[in-house]
């Protein structure tokens, strides 16, 4: 492990952004501002159209939870209401804590909304999530439906989820009073563009040898892009921060894993509560978890690695156009071959296949994906148990010895 | 292994056989263009093992998932020339390509076929025009598919006709569904004959149905002070179950399954060509879970089943890992109490069959608190 302090200015700079997100966020609707819940992929640019609206994010809380070793608290709230354990753990954090008025959680919870809107890109568990604070509280609730990319997202798709944004447009003027301006917007959708632009070129570190970041920094770093920050200026400038300053570092020699001899990849969403521990005992044997899939698709579109550059006159037409771009609302063919070139350019020496029992849509279709890179990359591969965010359905003995017997495949592959 | 089951006649059709993923799919539609659709769920008690299917599928997928992957990749090899699929929910939107990945190691194709089912929209509120527009398009696009792919031509005479004779299927389901709940007809022999209906050409459906209505119509109502029950879930219960309801005296007189009521109750939808149909079909489905514009309207429907028919109680049976089942669930509970409906949540796996004694042991349990 690197003795520098790894990018001291990004870390204090994520820290500040993150605390402000969360605190300004009650303050305003303390004010009496409308508060808006949506799922990750909901286009925060097109919400930027209405100033003042509030937007916070479930899922982005229940992260936090995780990575602070509360997940499983918040979680049991829910399931002594009845909630199955079997459901997705960012919900029953997010329940656990919504029922409690924020108790336990370190941000005090969020807001409540005034409206919710989901997103079927990802899974569908978000609409029924949604729809218990639906009934519960009587809170209206708005669907964005993305139809599911088999061979790449089709016009009359991109079409129809761009009507759905006009008509979540007109109900957010209809229920809050504000009213929606188009230029708020295209400014939004620059300072993504922008600050897509810089993840990329901070992503693309790790095709360095030894690489000067891990896959942990990514998802430490994703946080304020699943926030109300997307489409700002702060995230723009922290992105260009970031990547900046892991540069600056790499060209001082400053490596998380110095004496890196395998390289892998991660597919699936962050093992939130294992971040730091995952790391040491990864980097303990000279593993670097360099990459994950979770992390490249920002910014991208389905299918693709490179960043996708919105360009369209119409911002709502960008915006439409990523919609299929996190993973879970693409299909096994696409998913392929975006592992396929991952492992081409950054040099993956193994891949490994967090099997999430609260991500179906993300694991459901691993085994033949870890089939296809066995066979078109002779690549180690291993799929282990994890759930993301609720630490009680995770081993750390048993994913270890998986992935050192991964090591160990990765060694006897060179050795021939 | 595929064990004696209504599948295994399925193989002399002359028509091809298109198999047709869960829930709610265009059988009128597929039976118009000379196709044979059938919807391959509620296999559990004809497949003993997943074997095929575990080499590509989760073992947190649910038990129709996981068979009907299992069945497509054995017997249905043979016997299946087409597969559709549309977006009823996160696992069966992933499947078509993880089966066509199956084939492909047994060097197997099947034609698959996906359209989506809008799902936009505010809940509660009704959906815009363009929503309709979308859908028309999809079943459009899906007829060209459709035709290009077996040489078939529609016609809108033959589609209105099989318009028609489903809508009859489901006129006789509804009168099935009124014999269960007079007692004419008990759970054990309704899901019985409606399993067996589940791979028969509709014309054949139409002809066992009204059969099975006939004979019931002089059968005498039985009221004879048994706790009345409805029950909920995506199928129906193993038969140990359902044996051991009946042995506790609780008395099953409605269902919200998605395999029977809210495939067959739905209100007729009246249209001239298929996209407009298709619109309306979707749009006013009988609620279900996975229909989430519709999700308000489930719980209503819910409490007026349970009010119409007089119910004492409530029976969920959960099917791992149906999310979206689970999901519903502790809300509809609370207004079911409210109502004073006492509600009962039991949970089965794919292979519980063999392992009921706890279950028997709480519905044991729950008859008792009625009963008290």
Not at chain 1, 3 to 13: A, G, I, L, Q
């Amino acid at each position: 492990m690197a003795s520098v302090k790894r990018w001291p200015r990004s870390k204090e700079n994520l820290s500040r952004l993150m605390t402000d997100y969360y605190m300004k966020g009650h303050s305003d609707a303390n004010d009496g501002k409308f508060v808006v819940w949506i799922a990750i992929i909901v286009p925060v640019e097109l919400l930027k159209g209405f100033e003042g609206l509030v937007v916070a994010v479930p899922e982005n809380h229940s992260a936090m939870c995780a990575a602070k070793g509360i997940g499983a608290a918040q979680a049991e709230k829910s399931e002594r209401e009845g909630y199955s354990m079997d459901l997705c753990s960012y919900a029953r954090i997010d329940m656990g804590t919504v029922f409690s008025g924020g108790e336990g959680s370190p941000s005090m919870g969020l807001p409540m909304p005034d409206l919710l809107i989901s997103n079927t890109n990802n899974c569908s568990h978000l609409v029924k999530w949604f729809d218990v604070y639906h009934r519960r509280y009587d809170i209206p609730h708005f669907v964005l439906d993305v139809p599911f990319a088999y061979a790449g997202q089709k016009k009359e798709d991109l079409d129809y989820i761009v009507r759905q944004f006009r008509e979540l447009i007109r109900l957010i003027e209809e229920t809050s009073g504000l009213t929606w301006d188009i230029d708020r917007v295209r400014d939004a959708v620059r300072y993504s563009d922008e600050g897509n632009n810089h993840w990329k070129r901070f992503l693309n570190l790790a095709m360095e040898r030894p690489s000067p970041i891990t896959a942990f920094d990514s998802f430490l770093q994703m946080a304020p892009y699943i926030t109300a920050y997307r489409g700002t200026k702060e995230l723009a400038d922290h992105m260009r921060l970031l990547a900046d300053e892991a540069y600056e570092q790499m060209e001082a020699g400053v490596y998380p894993v110095p004496e890196e001899k395998y390289r892998l990849l991660w597919d699936n969403i962050a093992p939130w509560h294992q971040l730091r521990r995952m790391y040491q005992r990864l980097s303990d044997i000279n593993a670097n978890l360099i990459y994950a899939s979770y992390t490249s698709c920002m910014g991208t579109v389905e299918g693709e690695v490179d960043r996708y550059r919105y360009e369209s006159e119409d911002p709502l037409i960008d915006l439409a156009r990523i919609q299929n771009s996190s993973v879970c609302p693409y299909g096994l063919g696409l998913r392929s071959s975006v592992m396929d070139e991952i492992i081409e350019r950054f040099s993956i020496d193994g891949v490994v296949f967090a099997s999430n029992r609260s991500c179906k849509p993300y694991s459901l279709m691993q085994i033949d994906l870890m089939r296809h890179i066995k066979k078109r990359h002779d690549v180690p591969a291993v799929m282990i148990d994890v759930d993301h965010a609720d630490a009680r359905k995770y081993s750390e003995e048993n994913v270890f010895v998986k992935l050192e017997a991964l090591i160990e495949e990765i060694d006897a592959e060179r050795n021939g | 292994m595929i064990m004696d089951s209504p599948l295994q006649k399925l193989t002399s059709s002359p028509r091809p056989i298109i198999a047709c993923l869960p829930l709610y799919p265009p059988l009128e539609l597929l039976d118009s263009l000379g196709l044979f659709p059938i919807i391959p769920w509620n296999l559990k008690p004809y497949i003993e093992k997943t074997d095929k299917s575990d080499r590509h599928v989760q073992n947190y997928v649910c038990s129709v998932a996981r068979h009907l992957v299992e069945y497509l990749l054995t017997d249905g090899l043979d016997r299946v020339s087409g597969i559709i699929a549309y977006n009823a929910c996160d696992t069966l939107r992933n499947l078509p390509e993880i089966i066509q990945s199956g084939l492909d190691e047994q060097n197997a194709s099947i034609p698959v076929f996906t359209y989506h089912v809008p799902m936009t929209g505010a809940v509660g509120r009704s959906r815009p025009e363009y929503v309709r527009e979308y859908i028309k398009n999809e079943i459009a696009r899906l007829i060209r598919e459709l035709e290009a792919a077996y040489s078939v031509s529609f016609h809108t005479p033959r589609f209105l006709e099989s318009v028609e004779t489903y809508g009859a299927v489901r006129g006789l389901f509804r009168i099935l569904s009124e014999h269960l709940s007079e007692g004419r007809i008990d759970f054990h022999r309704f899901v019985s004959l409606l399993s067996d209906v589940s791979f028969m050409p509709v014309s054949e459906q139409f002809s066992f149905l009204s059969t099975a209505v006939d004979t019931l119509k002089d059968a005498p109502e039985k009221k004879d002070g048994a706790q009345r029950i409805i029950i909920s879930g995506i199928l129906p219960p193993p038969p140990a179950v359902l044996d051991a309801m009946e042995r506790s005296g609780l008395l099953v007189v409605g269902e919200d399954l998605a395999i029977f009521r809210r495939s067959y109750c739905s209100p007729p939808a009246q249209a001239t060509e298929p996209g407009d149909y298709y619109a309306r079909f979707y749009e006013n489905h009988y609620p279900c879970t996975t229909l989430h514009y519709l999700a308000d309207r489930r719980i209503e429907v819910i409490l007026n089943l349970c009010r119409d028919l007089e119910a004492d109680g409530f029976i969920f049976l959960g099917e791992k890992f149906c999310e979206y089942e689970y999901f519903e669930y502790p809300y509809l509970e609370k207004r079911l109490r409210e109502s004073g409906i006492q509600p009962l949540a039991l949970e089965f796996s794919i292979d519980d069959s063999e392992h009921i004694g706890a279950v028997v042991t709480r519905i044991e349990a729950y008859a008792e608190i009625l009963k008290g």
